[in-house]
């Protein structure tokens, strides 16, 4: 305990003192308090705009950029700080921390100054359009998706889209943004999932069926041979098995364990819409 509480104490001194310590922490300082006199002063003064405080780790812009200080990225533009560079960490970038915060002013401001808009993100390669895509913030997608960015783009080490991302956590105005900018909608992840059916999976009904306005395919395999019915019938999403019934899904299909969406069905009221259908003759 006695270590613990030494070590606490340890880094406390350090962050009252650091100030003192480097000029690169004195800016880092500033820029958090939005200090502008004392950012430029010490700019002026040859503290570099791409110095790397000790304790951050990062340089001021991506700070500022992740944190919405709008004011002081202005400052820091014109005295050369680097709108592309990459926190040696994670490799992430300013564009990508403000993306992700939904900074819209942030983000117009470093589009202007030149920010690459599919500059990727470690080496996982998201995008700052997927982290807008993930969290919602539509603005931010918007002015990205005018910037030139890609909107078909695939991370790198799963092959989710930013198209899939805004379809698992619900978020209509960002698909319908992405759909309007030619989102191709039935583009799978390395699973073989696609939007629609991460759509079918979290019970997001208007996003359904925006999709499937867009045109997916209501019938398509993931690569266990599961359909966004299998998918709505297991996860009790009542809603979503009426409307991919509606929309011509088929019963009778199978993955690979040879089960069909009855088999998965986890609510008698899922398991009678499936029975009906299939009284029906509908596939």
Partial sequence: MKKYLLIILIVGVLSIFRDAISPEARLMYAVKRGDISRVQQLLARGVSS???DWW?????????????????IPVLLRWGADVNIQREEDQATALMEASAEGHAGVVKLLLDAGA???KHF???GTTALMLASEYGHSAVVNLLLQAGA??????????????IFASQNGHKDVVELLLNSGAKV????????????SA??????????LLLQAGANVNITNKDGITALHIASYWGQVDLVKMLLQA?????KIDQEGKTALDYAKTPEIKALLQQAQKQGKH
């Fill in 116 to 118: 690459q808009a599919d």
């Fill in 248 to 252: 011509g899904a088929d019963t009778t």
């Fill in 200 to 209: 079918s999976r979290h019970g997001h009904l208007a996003i359904a069926n």
């Fill in 186 to 197: 039935d583009l799978a992840d390395n699973h073989g999932w696609t939007a629609f059916m």
């Fill in 122 to 124: 470690n080496w996982m």
């Fill in 50 to 52: 791409n110095s790397v």
């Fill in 150 to 163: 890609d909107v078909n783009l695939q991370r790198k080490n799963d092959l989710v889209t930013a198209l």
């Fill in 56 to 72: 951050e780790d990062e340089t001021p812009l991506i700070w500022a950029s992740g944190h919405g200080r709008e004011e002081v």
